[in-house]
């Protein structure tokens, strides 16, 4: 049995999609939003009748909770799918026939590869768990505590598309994503990650004029919405447009890693990937670099540890990771 959340309420056999009523749909969802969890008895009347529940609602549960276990049985699954625990119900849901449970370990994979050094594979594994959804979470879901969890699963989903696209800004591959960037700017946006990452692709695919015009778009949607300017990173991104900062290119072809000399022992690099589009910085780079300056006379400088400060939000992070990469070869 294949149970999916990833889009409307979903339960099939192979081919067979099986539906269920109204009262057992909304049970099934909230159950499956915290599989293999128990799930109060009151929070399953809030989801079915919010606010207004009648004064039978545990009896009417109840008969909720035995009809849908004969149509998942009736369907190829077990009644034992769904198990009253003391506090609650809880669904006792096998995490590869939950397209959830699928989706959050591929993106969670995919992030490990990123950060070890492997934005391909993780590119890959973003992708197959991207592939998982089927539109928005639980859409068309008749409750409002269905419809607050699934604003958070669709955040997943949006979070896990901008990861994929840095993996594959860091491999190079900007002609592949710019009709994807496209549509998921028009769909939300007040994301500014997103309006860099299209500006970014424009500018490395030879459309210098349509990432400059990209840019006023955003910032006069910003600017009429919600009154705000763009943000510091976006105003970087224009002006390193703007004056064709070297520092927006990557190479042509990804990066491929050399054969291990068998004559010397493999040490892993496991920086997070570099920041797509970081431009501007340069004071703040040279001090970083400043701090490997080693004696005149050649001799081993004492180890500095070194602290970047400043108010969240700015790039603290950013600034570290691709300052990392630029000296990369200096640790060996």
Known sequence: MKLGILGPL????????????????ILLAVLLLHANRTV?????????WGDRPPADSTGQVHSSVYRLRKRLAAAGGS?????????????????????LAQ?????????????????????????AALDLWRGRALDGMDSDVIRHAAAGLDEEHLQAAEECIEAELSLGRSREVVAELTELVGQHPHREGLHRALMLVLYRTGRQADALSAYRRARTLLADELGLDPGPELQRLHQAILNRDPELDLP?????????DPGRSV???ELPADV????????ALKALDGLLAGPVDGSLAPV????????AGIGKTALAVHWAHRVRDRFP
Do not use: H, M, W
Not at 91 to 99: H, I, K, T
């Open 79 to 99: 009644s034992e799918i769904i198990v009253t625990d003391p506090a609650g119900y809880r669904a006792r849901v096998d995490p590869q026939s939950l397209d």
């Open 40 to 48: 109060s008895l009151e929070r399953v009347v809030d989801a079915i």
């Open 267 to 269: 040490v892993p690099r």
């Open 103 to 127: 989706f959050r370990g591929l993106r969670n994979q995919a992030r490990a590869a990123v950060t070890s050094g492997k934005p391909d594979e993780g590119r890959e594994l973003y992708r």
């Open 252 to 260: 042509a072809d990804p990066v491929r890693v050399k054969p291990a």
């Open 276 to 283: 797509a589009g970081f431009t501007g910085r340069g004071d």
């Open 304 to 311: 500095v540890i070194s602290a970047i400060a400043g108010t």
């Open 10 to 25: 979903l339960v099939s056999v192979g081919p067979v999609e099986f539906q269920i009523a109204r009262r057992e749909r």
